[in-house]
């Protein structure tokens, strides 16, 4: 089964600060792994994901993560935070095949303070 | 090009009571997905659709729950009879193929309480 784990339900930085989403995944196969954001009252948007392709995935909103599969992680970092990044942030596993439903972790709500 | 659109948005009804939900997947996607996000949680999947056949339904709880995708196009989850914690925000995601590593497109959901 696959299962992924975000470390911290809540990270707060200062706008302009380095921002840094942690997430570990459990896999049996090579995985995909995604992260979506989701605003208050709305849906979840993809920001980025891996396939296999390059290991350092850069996504919309300057947000960027780095698959390292010697430490089954897939951290999610951005160099600057605004004030528009405050939300929730949630890392997915999906599987190959026909096993495409997305797992995921318990997500991690970052709030950007002045 | 429209997204995924879901109805209706809010709902409260009491516990026993029936309700049931409306997806309109991105038009061309033959995959559908329901979801089950409880607050403080990730979103879970309930039930997996590729064209109107069902994928995977392992999580869904068959003795309240329904879903159906007739004619491939826009999908109905049921809940009867309802319970608290059933409280939860259900949604809808549409993805081109059913295969992994597509990105799959979410609707803005549908908040439920039960009371």
């Known amino acids: 089964a696959q299962s992924v784990t975000q470390l911290g339900s809540h990270v707060s930085v200062s706008e302009g600060a380095l921002v840094l989403l942690r997430c570990n995944y459990s896999?049996?196969?090579?995985?995909?792994l995604f992260w979506y954001v989701q605003y208050p009252n709305q849906g979840l948007q993809l920001l980025l994901k891996?396939?296999?392709?390059?290991?350092l995935v850069k996504g919309i909103n300057g947000f960027e993560a780095e698959f390292k599969k010697s430490e089954t992680s897939f951290h999610l970092t951005k160099p600057s935070a605004h004030m528009s990044d405050a939300a929730e942030y949630f890392c997915?596993?999906?599987?190959?095949?026909?096993?495409?439903?997305?797992?995921f972790g318990t997500g991690t709500r970052l709030q950007v303070m002045l | 090009e429209a997204g995924v659109a879901q109805s209706p948005r809010y709902k409260i009804i009491e516990k026993r009571q029936s309700v049931a939900f409306w997806c309109n997947p991105i038009?061309?996607?033959?995959?559908l997905y329901w979801y089950q996000q409880i607050l403080g949680q990730g979103p879970k999947l309930l039930i997996q659709f590729q064209n109107n056949g069902v994928v995977d339904d392992s999580q869904l709880p068959k003795d309240r729950f329904s879903a159906e995708r007739l004619k491939g196009v826009d999908s109905t989850l049921k809940i009867q009879p309802a319970k608290l914690e059933d409280s939860a925000v259900y949604l809808c995601a549409s993805s081109q193929a059913g295969t992994g590593g597509y990105e799959q497109y979410f609707g803005p959901g549908t908040r439920l309480t039960v009371t």
């Open positions: 038009s061309g996607h033959a995959t």
């Open positions: 997915a596993v999906s599987g190959t095949g026909t096993a495409s439903k997305l797992t």
């Open positions: 891996y396939t296999s392709a390059a290991t």
């Open positions: 896999s049996s196969v090579p995985p995909y």
